[in-house]
């Protein structure tokens, strides 16, 4: 029952269910048993999914450990070494995600072959984390590869395959294809509205890349209303807190930014970055990206000094943990 409400999008529900499997079966099979272990996979993958990275990581690292010491089962354990990855990612240590992904592709390659669904995954990951480093050439080629491969095999409307889509769409836009972003991130909203529902946090989530490509390519009243929605959306069903939740929240300050209503967004913008400040840490990917465009929005409002404070310590450590290539 857990899992469905998971696949569900019912997340704190999911949580609730499989934090009550992991209990019982550490008190009545003990904490190595494999079904133990099994539940605290899947604890771990939702607390990712809530945006709980630190539990999320904390889980996955005592998971990794566990199964590489009984070494019984190498494809639960390359399972948890992925999931770990897409938490580094996550949490913004991009190196240490590439390194894990790369290896675990590896072996999936090896024992599983090319077109296995967990080999599709773990390329999956790794483009997502060759897109958050900026290396968007070869995130593009691996989003390419698995859409290819996931419609072959799995079929067009297929969760997976819409998801591969949304992938591409989120890719495209960072390389500046905006319109190519839109026709991919239209298809897969509509076939996810079908299937999924409206409220679920992946059709929720194309709905929010789909309001910022919007914006990028200047249709600023599409851009703002999709986004209000999506925003109250996030808030209710994921949290005011949740990370996607305050990506929202951001990129609908930079329409009204644009729009040139400074005062709304520089409020919006300020509540992202304390919020993701105390979720994140100051030194996180988004954490900075919002403060460089705080103070983006302030230099726009002519508070200079203030807009100088935020931007040139957010690029320092832009250039530090992203490479001075990189594109934010």
């Not at 299937?195 to 709905?207: A, I, R, W």
């Not at 851009?223 to 929202?248: F, S, Y």
């Amino acid at each position: 029952y857990g899992k469905a409400y998971l696949f569900a999008g019912d997340l704190e529900k999911a949580k609730q269910l499989n934090m009550a499997v992991l209990e019982r079966r550490r008190n009545t099979l003990g904490d190595d048993h494999p079904d133990t272990l099994e539940a605290m996979h899947w604890v771990a993958c939702i607390q990712e999914d809530l945006g709980n990275f630190q539990e999320a990581e904390e889980l996955g690292i005592l998971l990794v450990n566990k199964r590489r010491g009984f070494s019984v089962n190498p494809i639960q354990t390359l399972e948890s070494t992925g999931n770990l990855a897409l938490v580094f990612t996550q949490l913004g240590r991009l190196r240490e995600a590439e390194e894990l992904n790369v290896a675990v592709l590896k072996t999936r390659r090896h024992l599983l072959g090319e077109n296995h669904p967990e080999t599709l995954i773990i390329i999956s990951n790794l483009a997502l984390t060759y897109n958050k480093l900026g290396r968007l050439q070869e995130a593009e080629a691996l989003n390419l590869e698995v859409l290819e491969r996931r419609r072959k095999i799995l079929g067009y409307n297929h969760p997976e395959t819409l998801l591969s889509m949304a992938n591409l769409a989120a890719t495209y836009n960072r390389l500046g294809k905006f319109q190519q972003a839109e026709v991919l991130e239209v298809a897969v909203l509509q076939q996810q509205k079908s299937s999924l529902g409206e409220n679920h946090p992946e059709t929720m989530c194309t709905m929010s890349n789909l309001a910022f490509t919007y914006h990028k390519l200047e249709r600023l009243q599409e851009a703002e209303d999709l986004g209000i929605v999506v925003l109250e959306n996030h808030r209710r069903i994921l949290g005011a807190n949740h990370p996607h939740t305050l990506l929202t929240m951001r990129n609908l300050a930079m329409t009204y930014s644009k729009l040139g209503r400074f005062q709304e967004a520089e409020t919006m913008l300020a509540e992202a970055l304390n919020k993701q400040t105390n979720l994140l840490g100051n030194s996180h990917p988004e954490t900075l990206r919002t403060q460089s465009n705080l103070g983006s929005t302030l230099n726009k409002l002519e508070r200079w000094q203030e807009a100088e404070d935020l931007l040139l310590p957010a690029l320092e450590k832009q250039k530090n943990i992203l490479s001075a290539n990189h594109p934010h």
